[in-house]
């Protein structure tokens, strides 16, 4: 998607008071956990991204009071989904733990300081956390219910939830072959039943979390579009699907003449995985998928798992296995040497990476104390120079790579 620039228009975005509530080192932290959909979660783990999808407004236009702990000096937001999509924040809050890894009062104030520092994108899914043990994968989608209803904001923000992920214990005993799927009868289930728990007559975008191979393109996107048109949802979204298939789906929609995808969600961050490295049910964004969406103005991606479950910024965690190369080692080097000649956090340099690059991407935040949080809304204020910085020293690292 390309970028249209307007650091005006901020007639969208609710006013608040910023950062009010507990203070970082009131909160707990919350152990490491494996996601099947993410990878590990909790602290220092995911820290999603997403595609920025076109002009941008500041929030240093509103008159508002910063307290301590916000390291955001303006918040931007863009259209999402095309020229005419929501405005969101460029930056989203993942709801990914919340109810399940994070219990109630830290998620609450998550979502307050989020939405208070000028973030008005949050993500969840209708499977978030199945995986842990005694939990549902319902919990993240009620959580954001709660909160949606105690502090009545629903109006100011854009919600996105995902589909197709959760375990049927009818079709299979092993997850992911038990997995819901795409079919027109369960796409209309589960999308009912996510408005349920959130307690909102609609979602704006919402996402099918995996692929069903079962169930032929016409049928997923035919039902889709039958939301579309029911008000149901905003937008339908992507996730997790080769970059063929979405190209396939798309071109499903327009011979149906009705909507089709027009968000992604991908793996994507600053190191690229080795050539044909399998992340089982993820997908990673690959050269085609950024081609696509840097040329169709109604395509916007997301993009999870920007810190690599933490190994980007933390020296007691090794890269996966799918990014151990000596090229990713370099670059990692370069990213944490001039993060700190930038005076910037190592997270927030990988971060303003991805949500500067061609595409823009919007960051999906995946977090479980407000420190964390504070450290990741920082990304937006990165400056340009270190950046240029970071470029510079990758450059440098690969043709000292290429002499050896």
């Known amino acids: 998607m390309r970028s249209r620039v307007d650091r005006h228009d901020v007639s969208s975005v609710p006013v608040r008071r910023m950062c009010t509530g507990a203070t970082p080192t009131s909160i707990a932290p919350v152990p490491d956990r494996e996601c099947p959909l993410l990878g590990r979660v909790g602290i220092g783990g995911r820290v999603g991204l997403g595609h920025r999808a076109g002009s941008t407004a500041r929030r240093a236009d509103l008159d508002l009071e910063r307290a301590p702990g916000c390291t955001v ?3 931007e937001y863009t ?12 930056l989203a809050l993942g709801a990914l733990p919340f109810g399940a890894g994070v219990d109630e009062p830290t998620s609450f104030a998550l979502l307050d300081r989020f939405v208070e520092a000028g973030g008005t994108f ?3 899914a209708d499977c978030y956390c199945f995986w842990v043990a005694g939990r549902t994968g319902r919990e993240s989608e009620e959580l954001l219910g709660r909160w949606l209803a105690s502090r009545k904001n629903r109006d100011g923000l854009v919600i996105s939830t995902k589909l197709g992920a959760q375990p049927d214990p009818e079709l299979a005993t092993t997850w992911p072959r038990n997995a819901e799927g795409l079919s027109a009868k369960t796409v209309r289930a589960a999308a009912e039943g996510s408005l349920r728990r959130l307690g909102t007559d609609h979602v704006d975008v919402l996402f099918a979390h995996l692929e069903d191979r079962s169930v032929d393109f016409v049928e997923t996107v035919g039902a889709f579009a039958d939301l579309v048109a029911d008000g149901l949802i905003g937008q339908a979204g992507v996730s997790n699907h080769p970059t063929s298939r979405i190209k396939q789906a798309r071109a499903a929609a327009v011979e149906l003449g009705v909507p089709g995808y027009t968000a992604v969600q991908q793996r994507h961050s600053f190191l690229t995985p080795k050539p044909g490295a399998s992340f089982e049910i993820q997908e990673a964004a690959d050269d085609d998928l ?6 169709q103005d109604d395509l916007s991606m997301m993009a999870y798992t920007a810190l690599l479950e933490g190994a980007l910024v933390r020296e007691d965690r090794p890269l996966p296995r799918q990014y151990q190369t000596p090229q990713n080692e ?11 000649e930038a005076g910037v956090t190592r997270a927030q340099l990988a971060l303003a990476w991805v949500l500067r690059g061609d595409p823009q991407i919007i960051p999906v935040l995946g977090v479980s104390t407000l420190s964390q949080l504070d450290d990741a809304l920082g990304a937006p204020a990165v400056p340009a120079d270190a950046l240029a910085a970071l470029a510079v020293a990758v450059d440098e690292a690969e043709a000292e790579a290429g002499a050896e």
Do not use: H, N, Y
């Not at 259209?79 to 405005?87: D, L, M, T, V």
């Not at 370099?330 to 700190?340: C, E, F, G, S, Y």
């Open 73 to 75: 000096d303006d918040m």
């Open 79 to 90: 259209p999402f989904g095309g020229p005419e999509g929501p405005r969101v924040s460029t």
């Open 122 to 124: 949050i993500d969840t």
């Open 330 to 340: 370099r670059r990692r080097a370069a990213l944490w040497r001039t993060a700190q």
């Open 290 to 295: 950024l081609a696509l969406v840097r040329a």
